[in-house]
């Protein structure tokens, strides 16, 4: 297999067999950001230098014996919303121009360089990890890999693209409403937002400091799980996957299909989506069909709390720089100052009361499926309308993510076929709070039976640079 087709743990293993060493893997991947970094809108910043310099330390310490672990020399990509020392943060804003790089790494950061990880540089995201893109703005337009006329999807949009377009093995994200997942599912990757309170915040830009998570994004469940190791802190292997041979039998999996297979729906999600659910049968799971309580109460009350929340920390920047700000952000952002303190109040009752009845429902069940969107990538036009109006709706519309913002759950988005255009469509697996190992069991379960997480073949089904700004 070409090393351009190894996903994380491929990687890791190839190095530690000798097929290969960190300074090559870093290599390819700034020879593809080389190739794709300009026409994909991966990086807002990239740190070639430091990179190298870092595969070759970590070159020389696995020679010594000295192996931090699979991530040891693994190139990642850094969400431009998590600090990493010396580097500017950006926030994709000009409002956050005006500040210095940041002399302290975020914690996740620390946690991943002491594993020996590679940072290749930082990636793009939306304006604070809300809105949409703006050409306006001097920032890269994220595209998709799989048609770059097409959104990459949002927030962590860079660290999704590049793993998708082989840029590097696994990226950083945020999540605050579907940050990490939307974006996973639209590149067709797979992406965590772990249990709340499991990887440290510090260090990242917030938006809703009540909702935000940061999680992994990797070709398959098993690379999250490595990196999930690292990011929580915890012993080694406490979130790795069991052996493939082990499969799914006596696994309860609660099957959603109500709200999320509307009539709206992209033509081939309810087929794509059954075939996925009978995977997970045939590797012996007890399969059953539930409902979500309080559906519309917990996505509202996800969308006021980071309106609300989002507003606290903006409301003096928004007020100075107002025209700085991406009309999107700005129109979400402000959102908030419509929304009173009792609202927000009711909202995190709702939240409460949310969290009691999901926490009954995996009384019955092991884990939640279901679509993690109606509809595969969007075009970029589509999202901005003559006037130059951008539509939250459009581009979030369909994505089933909020919800379980709501509470604090664990939830992964994986890629679980593709539409009648060859585009990715997306499952979503929910488990219980400090569960993230038995969503990660069922991802990697279905990922060693199917091949719809397997990295592609860098350069064949992308355009070349003028054919993807069309």
């Not at 279901?370 to 951008?390: F, I, M, N, R």
């Not at 919800?403 to 009648?420: E, F």
């Amino acid at each position: 297999m070409s090393r351009k087709h190894f996903t994380l743990c491929e990687a890791a293993a190839a190095i530690r067999s000798g097929a290969v060493c960190s300074t090559e893997l870093v290599e390819d991947a700034l020879a593809a950001a080389d190739r794709w970094d300009d026409p994909l809108g991966i990086y807002v910043t990239r740190t070639d230098d430091l990179a190298l310099a870092a595969a070759e330390r970590a070159d020389r310490e696995l020679a010594a014996g000295h192996d931090r672990g699979p991530l040891h020399g693994i190139p990642f990509g850094v969400k431009d919303l998590i600090a990493v020392a010396g580097v500017p943060t950006t926030a994709q804003s000009l409002v956050r121009q005006r500040e210095r790089a940041p002399e302290r790494h975020a914690e996740v950061v620390e946690r991943l360089l002491a594993a020996g990880a590679v940072i290749t540089g930082k990636t793009t995201t939306t304006e604070f990890g809300c809105g949409l893109p703006d050409p306006a703005k001097p920032f890269p337009v994220p595209r998709n890999p799989w048609d770059p006329r097409r959104w990459a999807g949002g927030s962590s949009s860079g660290s999704a693209a590049g793993v998708a377009a082989g840029v590097f093995s696994a990226g950083l994200g945020t999540d605050t409403a579907g940050s990490i997942r939307v974006p996973a599912a639209f590149c067709g990757v797979t992406g965590l937002a772990p249990t709340f309170g499991l990887v440290p915040t510090n260090g990242c830009v917030p938006l809703g400091y009540s909702l935000d998570r940061v999680g992994p994004l990797a070709h398959g469940a098993r690379d999250c799980a490595a990196v999930l190791d690292v990011l929580a802190g915890v012993d080694p292997d406490t979130f790795r996957p069991p052996d493939p041979d082990t499969g799914l039998a006596g696994l309860r999996i609660g099957v959603v299909r109500e709200h999320h297979l509307p009539s709206t729906a992209d033509p081939a999600l309810p087929a794509v989506f059954e075939r996925a659910v009978a995977v997970l049968a045939e590797l012996g799971a007890a399969v059953t069909e539930v409902v979500l309580p309080f559906w519309i109460e917990a996505v509202t009350a996800t969308m006021v709390v980071a309106s609300v929340e989002g507003l606290a920390q903006h409301r003096i920047d928004l007020a100075g720089h107002w025209e700085d700000y991406t009309s999107a952000a700005r129109s979400l952002l402000a959102n908030g100052a419509m929304i009173g303190g009792a609202d927000y109040v009711q909202a995190q009752r709702v939240r409460s009361r949310v969290h009691d009845a999901v926490t009954e429902l995996f009384t019955t069940v092991d884990v939640v499926v279901s679509p993690t969107a109606a509809a595969a990538a969007p075009l970029l036009a589509a999202l901005t309308d003559e006037s130059g109006h951008q539509d939250n709706d459009a581009a979030y519309g369909a994505a089933f993510t909020p919800y379980w913002n709501c509470v604090a759950n664990p939830v992964l988005s994986m890629p679980m076929g593709h539409n009648a255009a060859g585009l990715p469509l997306a499952m979503q697996i929910a488990a219980p709070c400090f569960a993230d190992a038995t969503a990660l069991r069922v991802a990697a379960a279905f990922q060693d039976h199917t091949e719809w997480h397997r990295p592609r073949a860098v350069g064949s089904p992308f355009p070349t640079s003028s054919e993807a700004r069309a």
